[in-house]
């Protein structure tokens, strides 16, 4: 599309009912993010109330008509997905304005590659708009979706705004707190925030002795034509607060465990944890409508009641078959179904089976085959081959979830956005221990493949040819790896963290997968970047198969005021908790070497990080701890899977933590409020 053209969404599918929005873009420097947002307008193109304006603060819409999915890898960059629902947007709603801001003074005109696609009901790209001149400008109105005789169209629109997110809202008639531009305290947020905050906690038993009499719900119901009002929005991320006192235990010794609601301890074969598995997610979907909803918006489900089923029999050629469970989503009379397939353990999907599956569908109807395992699905390969036969009319999408998925965004509504009611929260909490659970099969990316061991012997004796596909299988096993690593760290953390996606402009994901395969022939090192939502630098991890070492490391900047030996002397002083055999570089902006050394030694002479060179001026340092390699292929204690995921999680708790921590200041004491 160009600059100011519309199309009519139902010209372009059938299943424009519901629509996925996706935003994208990508940072040279690996470091630039953005921020989405939704505006629905009345006739007046003004909000109805601020409820309607939703963001990363209100992610969701009552009714289901608008959810933000977050962000996922893309080809290149990321790209930020909005699910919409068209046929439960309430009628007083005659635009949904979609935009994107970025804050700290960033401004779009730093990023490449801004666009926005949009995709239908089953998963088929629509429409596409380019935006080429984005300018100084730190927010950006990418486009909208509006209502014209009847029916649903979109319009290109790429207009900029200079005064970011508050701005913006503010111009479409959203009544902004006024605090919000300087980023409101902690303490300063409503009682309403502070036990919406401190739910998911108390109700997993983690600090409170008693739960509060009423969790308020962050999605309560709203009059479908005009939203409650509600307090102003605070365009400051909302924080979490975490209880500071252990729940205590009746349990006469440790070797006690606690009764579950589903135990994972008597299964025996791969077809025990697959039923079970799948029974058990696809109950609390059914019973937890934010987890169902999150899980089933991504496949372009609408928002309704959902059903689930397990062992289904389907007539198909000569003899039924039993896909592992269906879910079945009904609005307004209509409904939305989708087959599921769940393999556990190492168990690979069947691209046969996959297949029936899919020709079942499109033959009864459904809208969807979802297939669940510990794979991690990637751009541009396929986990399993299933042919489309174009002649049928109806059109079958084809979507996969990984485990480490699941498992991800039951600990983000739990941990750290919040369910309305706690019995929920104790579902997903009952959940996410089985997932957890050795015996469950569902812990996510196991195996570097069959090609892991001949390549690392290749290199180890220096005859991996250049070229050799099996460098090309582990580099995408590799790719799978730092994904889960990236959805496991953004569970614990409830922010998003994705890898950050460099190559030469215009490359697919294939070229740039061939470039990293080269490097490993040539190198023998496996690379990669994670970037974490809110930090301003990137974690880069690298495999070197020829030491067997793991290295975990981030860049930070100087600082600008003070002298040189202040600067370190600070740097070591935040760095007081971290470990001794932390790695320090000082990175000088020549682009020579710098002094480096242990964290150990620097801490008694912090002076020998300064440059000796003259002239030399300090550009920031770089900050690395090592661990060694698991040898085996697997996620065991000695596996590698395992080491890579240790070192991460390390360096985080142990480096990016205190990094991230304030300078302390000195508060007055407060008299501490009991626990109600």
């Not at 090609?451 to 070229?467: F, K, M, Q, S």
């Not at 950050?500 to 697919?508: N, T």
Request: with cysteine; hydrophobic share 40%; net charge neutral.
């Amino acid at each position: 599309m160009t600059k100011g053209s519309n199309v009519v969404l139902s010209a372009l599918s059938e299943n424009a009912g519901s629509v996925i929005v996706g935003l994208g873009w990508l940072s040279p420097s690996g470091e630039g993010d953005a921020d989405v947002s939704v505006l629905a307008l009345g006739p007046d193109g003004k909000v109805r109330t601020d409820a309607d304006f939703y963001f990363y603060n209100n992610p969701v819409a009552a009714d289901g008509s608008v959810q933000l999915l977050g962000k996922a890898p893309a080809d290149r960059g990321d790209t930020d997905r909005i699910g919409f629902d068209l046929t439960a947007v309430p009628g007083g709603v005659q635009r949904m304005v979609v935009a994107a801001s970025r804050d700290g003074g960033a401004c779009f005109g730093e990023l490449e590659d801004l666009t926005v696609t949009l995709s239908d009901g089953a998963g088929e790209a629509l429409l596409r708009f380019a935006i080429a001149d984005a300018g100084a400008v730190s927010a950006v109105v990418f486009g909208e979706l509006y209502r014209h005789a009847g029916e649903w169209k979109f319009r290109a629109v790429g207009q900029g705004y200079a005064d970011g997110l508050a701005g913006l809202a503010t111009d479409f008639g959203v009544d902004i707190d006024d605090d919000a531009a300087n980023g409101p305290a902690p303490e300063d947020a409503t009682a309403v925030e502070q036990e919406v905050a401190a739910a998911p906690a108390a109700v997993l038993g983690t600090g409170v002795e008693r739960l509060p009499d009423a969790v308020p719900s962050p999605r309560a119901p709203q009059d479908a034509a005009v939203p409650a009002r509600t307090a102003r929005p605070r365009t400051a991320r909302r924080k979490t607060t975490l209880p500071r006192v252990a729940k205590k235990s009746l349990a006469e010794n440790e070797s006690w465990r606690d009764a579950r609601l589903f135990p994972a301890s008597a299964l025996k074969s791969d077809r025990d944890r697959e039923t079970r598995a799948t029974s058990v997610l696809l109950s609390v979907m059914a019973q937890v409508p934010e987890f169902g909803r999150r899980l089933t918006a991504a496949f372009g489900a609408p928002a309704g009641r959902i059903e689930t089923f397990t062992e289904v029999s389907l007539p198909h050629g000569n003899g039924p078959r039993r896909p592992d469970g269906v879910i079945r989503v009904e609005r307004a009379g209509k409904l939305w179904t989708a087959l599921v397939e769940t393999k556990t353990n190492g168990n690979a999907l069947r691209a046969e089976q996959v297949q029936a599956y899919a020709d079942i569908a499109a033959r009864r109807g459904y809208e969807a085959v979802i297939t669940l395992s510990n794979d991690v699905a990637l751009e541009g390969s396929s986990l399993v081959d299933v042919k489309t036969d174009g002649r049928r009319k109806h059109k079958v999408a084809l979507w996969h979830l990984s485990w480490a998925e699941v498992a991800c965004q039951a600990q983000m509504l739990i941990r750290h956005e919040g369910v309305g009611n706690p019995a929920h929260a104790w579902l997903l909490q009952e959940l996410l221990h089985y997932l957890q659970h050795e015996n469950s099969g569902c812990h996510g990316f196991q195996n570097m493949g069959p090609a892991w061991v001949p390549v690392r012997n290749g290199i180890d004796d220096e005859t991996l040819c250049p070229g050799d596909p099996r460098a090309l299988e582990v580099v995408e096993s590799w790719e799978r790896l730092i994904r889960q690593v990236c959805l496991g760290l953004g569970g614990e953390l409830g922010r998003k963290v994705l890898p950050v996606q460099r190559g030469k402009r215009g490359a697919g994901p294939g070229e740039r997968r061939s470039a990293q395969a080269g490097q490993l022939c040539a190198q023998g090192r496996l690379q990669a970047e994670l970037r974490i939502e809110g930090n301003t630098g990137v974690l880069a991890v690298s495999a070197d198969l020829r030491t067997g070492r793991v290295r975990v490391s981030t860049e930070i900047p100087a600082p600008e005021q003070g002298s040189a030996l202040t600067g370190v002397k600070r740097l070591v002083r935040r760095l007081a908790d971290a470990p001794a055999d932390l790695h320090v570089e000082t990175l000088v902006d020549s682009g020579a070497g710098g002094p480096r050394g242990t964290l150990e030694r620097l801490r008694p002479e912090p002076a020998d990080l300064l440059p000796t060179g003259d002239g030399a001026r300090i550009a920031g340092f770089r900050l690395s701890l090592l661990r060694g390699m698991g040898s085996g292929r697997g996620n065991a204690e000695s596996g590698f899977i395992r080491s890579v995921d240790d070192a991460v999680q390390r360096f985080h708790t142990h480096v990016v933590v205190h990094l991230d921590r304030a300078p302390a200041r000195r508060t007055p004491v407060r008299e501490a409020v009991p626990a109600r």
